[in-house]
Every structure is written in C-alpha cells, then in structure tokens.
C-alpha cells in the first residue's frame, strides 16, 4: 500500500498518454514543439559562440579598448535579461497560459538587437544591440515552464539535456561561422559588412528563419477550463467514494481508476472551483491531494506534505530552504562561470597573442567537450541517475577545476607552454563540470514548484542567474589582472556552492 500523499506509478507510456491528454497535444505536436525549443536554444548557443570571440575585438575596431566597458557590454545583456524575465515568467502563468506568443516577441527582440549590433558604428550602439538580445532572450523563463508542463517527471530530466545539448551544438558550431571571414569587406549602402559586424548580420538571418519555424512548427498546449489543477484520490479501494465524487465544472474530465490501491483523477480549475468527495467539500485553489475519507493535503509534484512545508517561515513554495539553495547555486555557478569567460579572451591575448581565428578555434575545442559532456549527462539522467546526484558531482568538478588555476595562477608566464597546459587543463574541467549544472538544476526546480508557479520559478532561477552574469563581467573587469584574487574569490564561491548544497542534499530528493 503506498503512503498518504503518494501517487501510484504508472508506465512511462501511460504517463505520457494521460499528460497529452491533459494538455490537448497530439504526439507529433509535442514532438514538433519541442524541437522547435531545441531550435531556439541551439540558435542562442551559435550567437553565444559567434558574438563572444570578437566582441572585444569589435569594440576596440570602434576605439572602445577599456576593459571594463567590455564587462559592460556583456553585462547589459543580462540586466535586460533579469528585467524581462519576471515578466515573461508571469504571463506564462496567466490565463490559459499561451508561450507561442511570447516565443514571437522574444525572437523578434533577438531579431531587432542582432540587427543592430551589424550597423552599429559606435560601442554605445552595441550596448543597445546587447540590450535588446538579453531583453528577447527572457522569454527563456516562458519556455522552461512549458518544457516542464508538456513533460512527465520520469522524462523531464532528459528531455531538458537534449535542449541543453542542442544549445552546445551551437556553441560548438558558433565559432565555425567566423571562420574565413577575416578578410570579408563589403559594402551595404551606408554599412560595412567585415569580419567584426558580420556575426550580427548571421544572427539577423537565423533569428528570422528561426521565427517563421515558430509560426508554422510550435503548438501551444490548450487546458481545460484554463488553469489546471489535480484532485487525487488514494489509499481506498472501496469504489463508492470514487461514485460519491462531484466535481463542479463546465466540462468534467472522466473519472480513471487504477489498479490496485484506489487512484481517482480529474481535472479542476486552479481558481474559484468547488467539489465534494462522499460528504466532503473541497475547494481546487492548487494542486490538491484528496485521501479517501476526504481528507485535503497539499501536493506537489508527489512530495510530502512535510517536506513541503520547509519554508523558512513561508508559505510560498518559491522560499523553500532548498529552492533558496538551489537558486543560490545557480548563481554563485553562473558566476563563476561568466567571469571566467570574460576573463579568457583578453588573456589569451596577452599571454599567446591570439586573435578572433584562434579564439574561434578554442571555443569550438571546448564546444565539443561540452557536447560530450552533455550527452554523457544525458546518458545518466536516461539511466535514473537523479538530479541530485548530478548537481553534486558538477559541483565537485567545478571546485577542482577553479582550485587548479588558484594553485597555479602565480606561476603563469606569458608565451609559454607550462602556462598553455595549464588554461587547457583548467578550461576543459570547469566545460566538463558546467553540464552536469545546466541538466540538473531547471528539472530539479521544475519538480519542487507547484504547476501555477512554473513561469515564475523559471524566471527566479533566470534571474539568479542573470545577476550572477551581470556582476561577474564587472568583477572580472576590475580584479583579472589580480589573478590570484580573482581566481581565489572564484573558488571560494565554487566551495559555497557545493556547501550549501551538501547542506540540504537530503531536501533535495525528487519522487520521480
């Protein structure tokens, strides 16, 4: 007999059969949506991987050499991110929840930000073409939440590394794009279209190409009645409080009994929506979990009533202890990681005097190991490796990987081989580390919060990490010719990370 509060598993099949049913989607219509999320984030991975290598190139071309104004350029991306986010976030919680909308609005922001950044013809101009891209890119937070509501629990994890790995292949061929264009000049009317604007001509184009695959491709997921709820019944397999069950709605979704230990499901509003089981009255205001006396105890995503009432004093599901922690994780890693990467093309330009060919070659190499890496992350996630353990041993690698520069970066010459090992070494853990991270933590949040908070807590975790992506550049600007500060607060941050969640790891145990 499973414990109060326990859903009874069903096949992978069934699962995913009763959510499409749900959800209004046919196979194929999730299928196509879903690769059209893979494409949005494959094509922000290419201008990651396209805009990055020659940014600080480009800036200098517009007499704009100053390193912190390079930290500014790639910090303004995320503070337009972190405004956009919570908004994007909100509205796919509204209403009948709709993304296809939001997904138009976000692309076209990429669309006008790429396509200024090509006739930029000063560094302010491509200050206001990074804000607009990080302004678009919000609507990451929208798409998350849909990712999570059209996927079971069992196959959220995997679903979330094959985008994740979709964004890498385009990290990986990003770089390939700028290959023999080092000598390209021509002229557009009033523009020139070089080597240094030309990665935001080639995202102009793909972000119009990847637009008209939304309208054609992407179906949006229809609920009944608008906001969903579940009222489940369990632990009884006497028939008649299944009999006794009057839920007042429009159109009442059929009542299914599994086998076994008693399981009752229908759908209900998540708003204003009453029903009685035998004698008893319930009111749907979230998702709800119904014993079969009756008995109302919340759910949420299976976890037990106990363990969602660690809050810290909070009823609100967001402020969890270990949704604080994983959301403090988040930062502290894209932290970590962004100002590293600001970090690296000045470096290697001053200690091995590399320009955007051979900048382009090292993102491409690290491109590759991070695809690597991501599969193999998917690989475990598919072999019910949990979350948890991923976030862990990410975590782990990560910490070694920041500690090695700290314990060497004294040492570092420049235009030598030690110090060339040394970056490669560093670059390859901290790239092998960062997937682990990336699979692990939005499915781990997802499963936490409740259905009707699944736009916000995407944007929370967005936001984390946008703030980690805006002060890391600055800090990277000020502190990088101090490298032994620079790198030893890195791995004091890496080090806090794996504590906090070391700390709550126990929390940190899913259902599914």
């Known amino acids: 007999m499973p414990e109060e509060g326990e859903l009874v598993e069903g096949s992978a099949d069934e699962a995913r059969e009763d959510l499409l049913t749900k959800i209004q989607l046919t196979r194929k219509q999730r299928l196509l949506s879903l690769i059209v999320c893979g494409l949005f984030f494959f094509f922000s991975g290419v201008e990651y991987a396209v805009i990055l290598p020659t940014l600080w190139l480009f800036l200098q071309e517009l007499h704009e050499g100053r390193r912190w104004f390079f930290g500014l350029t790639i910090t303004v991306f995320s503070i337009a991110n972190i405004l956009s986010s919570p908004l994007f976030g909100l509205f796919a919680d509204q209403g009948a929840r709709k993304i296809k909308p939001l997904m138009i609005l976000g692309v076209t922001f990429m669309i006008l930000g790429n396509a200024v950044y090509f006739f930029a013809n000063d560094a302010y101009c491509i200050l206001e073409a990074r804000f607009l891209c990080g302004f678009g890119a919000g609507f990451g937070a929208a798409l998350m939440a849909y990712l999570a509501r059209v996927t079971t629990p069992k196959e959220r994890t995997p679903i979330i590394g094959t985008t994740s790995v979709a964004r890498q292949f385009g990290v990986l061929v990003g770089p390939g794009l700028n290959f023999g264009l080092e000598k390209l000049s021509v002229q557009l009317g009033p523009f020139i279209l070089d080597s240094l604007s030309a990665p935001g001509f080639i995202m102009t184009v793909l972000w119009a190409i990847a637009l008209i695959v939304v309208l054609i491709l992407f179906t949006d997921a229809s609920y009944r009645d608008a906001l969903l709820s579940t009222v489940v019944v369990v632990g009884d397999t006497n028939p008649t409080h299944a009999e006794g069950m009057n ?31 035998g004698s008893k009255q319930v009111t749907a205001t979230t998702p709800l979990l119904l014993s079969a006396g009756g008995k109302q105890s919340n759910s949420n995503m299976g976890h037990d009533h106990a363990h969602a009432q660690d809050t810290l004093g909070h009823d609100n599901p967001l402020l969890q202890r270990h949704m604080i922690v994983l959301f403090l994780t988040n930062f502290l890693t894209i932290f970590t990681q962004m100002a590293l990467e600001t970090w690296l093309t000045p470096l290697t330009q001053e200690f091995f005097g590399w320009g955007e060919t051979n900048n382009s070659y090292m993102y491409i190499v690290l491109g590759g190991i991070a695809v690597i890496s991501f599969i193999f992350v998917r690989i475990l996630a598919s072999k019910d490796v949990s979350d948890r353990v991923l976030l862990l041993i990410g975590l782990i690698i990560e910490v070694v990987g920041v500690g090695a520069i700290v314990g060497v970066s004294h040492f570092m010459k420049p235009h030598t081989t030690f110090a060339l090992v040394i970056m490669s070494v560093t670059a390859t853990l901290i790239v092998i580390g960062l997937p682990f991270l990336m699979v692990a933590t939005p499915p781990l949040i997802s499963k936490f919060a409740p259905d009707h908070l699944q736009g916000r807590a995407q944007a929370v975790m967005r936001m984390c990490g946008a703030m980690g992506m805006i002060l890391a550049p600055l800090w990277a600007g000020v502190m990088s010719e101090r490298m032994l500060i620079f790198t030893g607060v890195l791995e004091a941050l890496e080090v806090s990370a794996l504590v906090a969640v070391l700390w709550t790891f126990s929390r940190l145990k899913t259902t599914s």
């Open 247 to 277: 839920v007042q709605q429009q159109s009442a979704a059929p009542l299914r009994a599994s086998e076994g230990p008693r399981m009752i499901g229908t759908s209900l509003p998540a708003t204003g929506i009453e029903g009685t089981v």
